[in-house]
């Protein structure tokens, strides 16, 4: 079993649809969540951090985590054509080794 | 503010030879990461500078090795190129460990 599942998609949603995005995890360790987009041939870009259990809201985003199913989501309101990338789940333990374990990304297309 | 930046963005090296990355960190950053992206897949961690120092490490051979420098700019070596490591390269800042990290926009690297 993967430290950390994601589904690749594509997922295709109409403009202004909300999308949600989810990873499961097996490590009960990881006590950071991070989600990261991705443009194509683009470095990942940090969306959203949270530590430990809960929600997190940021304009059209909001993420969440439920530790006790070790299940992890995203959800982006009113959506974009320009949300359209591919959106990386990841999570970390807090020691001393740093390493941030990611999910394979889910690809996005928001359609006009 | 300068973000994450690395040099060079595109490189083409042969079965054997060694290879030098570059990586710039975001101002005020001390904590430089490295990971390596298949295609399709997500980044896997290499290593963790920590104000010059070695602070933890993935599951990559010896040939991949790295530097910190004092002004906290960093080097990923790679030596004995195989076709393997065919990849998009990633550094990563952070204020320091368990902190979030921003991610430059790699280089691609291709072994012919």
């Known amino acids: 079993q993967k430290e950390v599942e994601q589904d690749p998609g594509p997922l295709s949603v109409p403009e202004g649809a909300i999308v949600s995005l989810n990873c499961t995890y097996s490590n009960s360790a990881f006590q950071y969540f991070m989600w990261y987009r991705q443009y194509s041939r683009k470095g990942p870009e940090l969306l959203m951090y949270t530590y430990s259990s809960g929600n997190k809201e940021d304009g059209r985003f909001t993420a969440q985590v439920d530790k006790s199913s070790k299940y992890i989501s995203l959800f982006i309101r009113d959506s974009q054509p320009s949300d359209s990338a591919t959106y990386l789940c990841?999570?970390?333990?807090?020691?001393?080794?740093?390493?941030?374990?990611f999910g394979k990304g889910t690809r996005l297309h928001i359609l006009p | 503010e300068t973000g994450v930046t690395q040099s060079p963005t595109h490189l083409i090296k042969t079965r054997g030879q060694q290879v030098t990355l570059r990586c710039s960190s975001q101002s005020g950053h001390n904590t430089v990461s490295w990971y390596q992206q298949a295609l399709g897949q997500g980044p896997q961690f290499i290593f963790q500078y920590y104000r010059e120092e070695e602070n933890g490490r993935g599951n990559f051979p010896p040939r991949f090795s790295g530097l910190q420098f004092p002004n906290y700019s960093s080097e990923l070596n790679v030596n004995a190129l195989e076709l393997d490591d065919s990849a998009l390269y990633l550094c990563?800042?952070?204020?320091?460990?368990?902190?979030?990290?921003?991610f430059g926009d790699g280089t691609r690297l291709s072994i012919l």
């Open positions: 990841a999570m970390s333990e807090k020691n001393r080794d740093d390493k941030i374990i």
């Open positions: 990563a800042s952070s204020l320091g460990v368990n902190q979030p990290q921003h």
